[in-house]
């Protein structure tokens, strides 16, 4: 840390376990994701909030990380990709990813899953402008939006059947 630097301690809640962080003050989210709570699935890509690869969920909203400040998620929780399944089995919008084969590199595939899963929470069935809308802010250079668009609405179909259990 640069000298003269104001170091502010924040608390909250990153998947599930409350956390504190000692960080100077306007770092980004990103940055203690990634450095101090070693948690590698929220990408950076452009740092200015505009390519998606560091989506993050924020109290179930999607956010770029890379242009959250950390003290703006003091006692919020944060849930990264690392944080969505259930330790025994993968989120529906993983598995989905997967079976239709929607990643390609998967520099981006993190972001885009928790878009995926914060559109999702909100709106359980959404067409695929809305799904489009939802993704505007996240990136692929990879030509996989037809797969991504597929197991996005595979992941709806998913978790409506787990609702109806």
């Known amino acids: 840390m640069a000298a003269g630097s104001i170091v502010k301690t924040v608390s909250l809640r990153v998947n599930g376990v409350d956390r504190q962080v000692s960080a ?9 994701l990634r450095n101090d709570l070693g948690l590698r699935g929220a990408r950076f890509g452009c740092g200015e909030g505009q390519c998606g690869a560091c989506t993050v969920l924020v109290d179930g909203r999607a956010v770029q990380s890379c242009e959250t400040p950390l003290w703006s998620v003091e006692g919020h929780e944060v849930t990264t990709i690392e944080g969505i399944g259930d330790g025994r089995a993968l989120h529906p919008v993983q598995q989905a990813f997967i079976d239709h084969q929607a990643a390609q590199c998967g ?5 885009i899953v928790m878009a995926a899963v914060a559109l999702l929470r909100e709106m359980p069935d959404p067409t695929d402008g809305q799904i489009v809308a939802a993704l505007e802010r996240n990136l692929c250079r990879c030509g996989a939006h037809a797969r991504v668009l597929r197991a996005i609405r595979a992941a709806a179909v998913a978790m409506a059947r787990g609702r109806k259990r």
């Open 107 to 111: 520099y981006c595939s993190s972001g």
């Open 24 to 32: 100077e003050e306007g770092v980004p989210l990103l940055y203690v």
